[in-house]
Structures are given as C-alpha cells and as structure tokens.
C-alpha cells in the first residue's frame, strides 16, 4: 500500500493510492440513463465496473465511508457493502435523499410557504415503487390536512396525489429534456457528505442495509436515518397508513 499523503482539497487526477486519506469516497459510475426504459436496465453493465472500483477503494481507504450514487442505488449499494468489507453504517446509497426534496419543494409551493418548515419523507426504492409518505407529514408541527384546514385552503382533492406522482416522475422528465440529471443530485450528495463531514447527526433519506430488528429482509433501502462522522448512525422506523403500506409492499410495520 502506498504510504499516504494528505492533499489539499484540490480536483486532480491520479491513481486510488492519492485517495488514501479520503474521508468520504462518492462514486458515480454508470450507463448514461437517457436510453434506458429504467434504472435496472443498467445494471448488468455498471456492477462489473462498480465492483473493481469499491474493491480498490476499500482497499486503499478502508477507514473512509463509501457513498454510492450509481443507479439502481439500492441494489448497488448493498452489492457495494458486500464487495467493499466495509460496516454496513459506512456505506451509503444516495437513495431519496433528492426525491425527498423535491417533494418537500412541491408541498411548500402548494401550501405557500418555504421549504424549511415542511417534514416529508420519500422511503423505500429510489424510482417507480417509492413511496411518499404523506400520512406522517408535517408543516411546523402540523399535520398535512389540519394545516390546510386551519389555512382555509380550498379543498385538496387529488392534489396530494398528484405531487407524489410528479415527485416520482421528476427523474424522467428532466433525462428526458436534457439526458441526465445533473445539479438535483450534485445538491443531495453534497448535502450527505456535509451531514458526514460536520458531524451533524442530520436526518436523511439515504440507502442503507436495512437493520435485521426491522425484518424486511437482507436489502438495501432508502429510509430516514441519522448521519454522523462515522456514517449512519441509526436507521430510524416511520410509520404508514395502510394505503402506504400497501404502496411500499412492505409486509411489516416500519
């Protein structure tokens, strides 16, 4: 192994040994998804080169923490916490971290209000069976139809529905204006790497192993959990309503 010497935050290109005293590793690699019907399409293709990757990183910063962005997220990210060695709390798919902002974004511009004040969560696979969880949100403190209420807003008819349609959808749109999505998930990832960084015990909709106490299985997902400096620190339960159970395909309670 190459003796390490720190650098200064700079963009250089060089060998997995100048990445040795990384704090945080993020990898993006992937088949451009512009010609894929969906994320899984890809998958044959990006795992052999996402398998050589995490091997030399784990090798070569083996006490660093893994961040996976390359899609299907969720899949990769448990194949990345097998092939890599790492604890399970050090290796991080993006997940809904970016669903789960767009959605706040979307109900904060309906409710007419900033962002900062909305609590929503986007759980389970990042794309088609996510799940917005709208059961659960809250807007200061108040829950979704007791704000729209005492608001005097007109009545809501599907318009919850249709902001976690739009939010599931958002991907898509924008792959198909331009052929990939850049600055949403450029945002989210910096946002995970601060959580890490500053240690900010922050909540955040990453994929992760699911813990065995949550029995849903050996499977990575996307749920709220606490970031720290070490990684996840805690994967935390979120309860649904029955129609987001049913949603979520999820056989047990969260």
């Not at 090798?59 to 923490?65: A, C, D, K, L, V």
């Not at 960084?197 to 996307?222: F, K, N, Q, W, Y």
Request: hydrophobic share 40%; glycine share 8%; net charge positive.
């Amino acid at each position: 192994m190459r003796k390490c010497s720190h650098l200064a935050a700079v963009s250089l290109v060089g060998d997995f040994g100048d990445s040795c005293s990384a704090d945080v590793t993020i990898v993006t690699t992937g088949v451009g998804q512009a010609s894929l019907k969906s994320r899984l399409e890809g998958l044959k293709e990006t795992a052999p080169i996402l398998k050589g990757l995490v091997e030399e990183v784990a090798s070569h910063t083996p006490r660093g923490i893994l961040v996976i962005a390359s899609n299907p997220v969720d899949v990769l990210t448990y194949a990345a916490w097998k092939w890599s060695g790492l604890p399970a709390r050090r290796v991080i798919g993006s997940g809904t971290a970016l669903d789960t902002s767009r959605l706040r974004r979307r109900l904060a511009s309906r409710y007419g209000i900033a962002s900062d004040h909305v609590h929503a969560y986007v759980i389970g696979e990042h794309g088609d069976s996510q799940v917005s969880v709208l059961s659960s949100a809250r807007v200061a403190g108040v829950s979704i139809d007791d704000y729209w209420q005492e608001s005097r807003l007109p009545s809501k008819g599907n318009a919850m529905k249709s902001i976690a349609e739009e939010t599931r959808a958002a991907d898509l749109e924008i792959i198909g204006a331009k052929g990939a999505t850049y600055f949403g998930i450029g945002a989210a990832l910096a946002r995970i790497v601060q959580a890490i960084l500053r240690d900010e015990t922050a909540i955040l909709t990453v994929s992760s192993v699911v813990p065995r106490s949550m029995e849903l299985g050996d499977v990575s997902l996307s749920l709220p959990a606490v970031i720290n400096r070490d990684g996840i620190a805690r994967v935390l339960s979120i309860p649904l309503s029955p129609s987001e159970r049913r949603a979520s395909r999820l056989r047990r309670k969260l």
